[in-house]
């Protein structure tokens, strides 16, 4: 049962060049929506959210952007830097679950110097 | 800057044998939470925990599992009788409020369990 599908596994992107991640979702009752980054040896460190009555969110180089309609969102990081080489994931939530995020199995970043 | 602490970091036990992961949560944080990642799978919520009791659990939360905030600032999450297939990483997780808004999470850096 997956609600929450990023189906690029891997993602290698040049230094200085757009990094777009991509994450689609089944289940209409999710609200908010959220990115985490996670390097190796560490938890998911949330990055980003975007609610579900917005079309677009952005914190510095951070942008994400939500299509209710097609049930897509993207995170866009521009401009890319290595040191934002790790394991992406989307999540979302339900405002009657907000505690239980479902997440996708996450893209790696690889961002080459 | 705050952070959420997980011990044991690694804890390798026989089947059958009973295990106890430990969380310290940020000291103003109100929620807490378990997930856990098996090996190359996504991160599945386990269970939410507020005001001393269970807000909600998954499926995988069976009674094998339970929860407990013994004192002030640790959160544990008890299996009791270990199976091959709960050995995965667990992440220990707080938060601060969940109404209107996005429910950020703040997570461990994991515990990892290997059932031998």
């Known amino acids: 049962d997956q609600q929450v599908k990023q189906n690029s596994p891997s993602l290698s992107v040049q230094e200085g060049r757009i990094s777009i991640l991509n994450c689609d979702y089944t289940n209409s009752m999710f609200d908010y929506f959220l990115w985490y980054k996670k390097y190796p040896a560490e938890g998911p460190t949330f990055l980003i959210s975007?609610?579900?009555?917005?079309d677009k969110n952005e914190d510095g180089r951070f942008t994400v952007f939500l299509n209710k309609s097609a049930k897509h969102l993207s995170l866009h990081i521009v401009p890319s830097q290595p040191g934002d080489s790790a394991v992406y994931f989307c999540a979302a939530s339900a405002v009657r679950s907000q505690g239980n995020l479902i997440f996708g199995k996450g893209t790696k970043l690889s961002v080459k110097p | 800057e705050p952070e959420v602490t997980q011990t044991p970091s690694h804890q390798v036990t026989q089947m059958g044998q009973e295990v106890i992961l430990r969380c310290v949560p940020i000291s103003n944080h109100l929620y807490f939470y378990w997930y856990r990642q098996i090996l190359g799978q996504k991160v599945e919520f386990l269970v939410s925990f507020y005001n001393n009791e269970i807000s909600e659990k998954s499926e995988i939360f069976d009674d094998q599992f339970s929860v407990e905030r013994p004192d002030g600032s640790n959160f544990t999450l008890k299996i009791r009788s270990t199976k091959l297939e709960d050995s995965a990483m667990y992440f220990c997780a707080s938060s601060g409020q969940v109404y209107s808004g996005a429910n950020v999470l703040t997570f461990g850096a994991g515990s990892r369990l290997t059932v031998l």
């Open positions: 975007i609610s579900s009555i917005k």
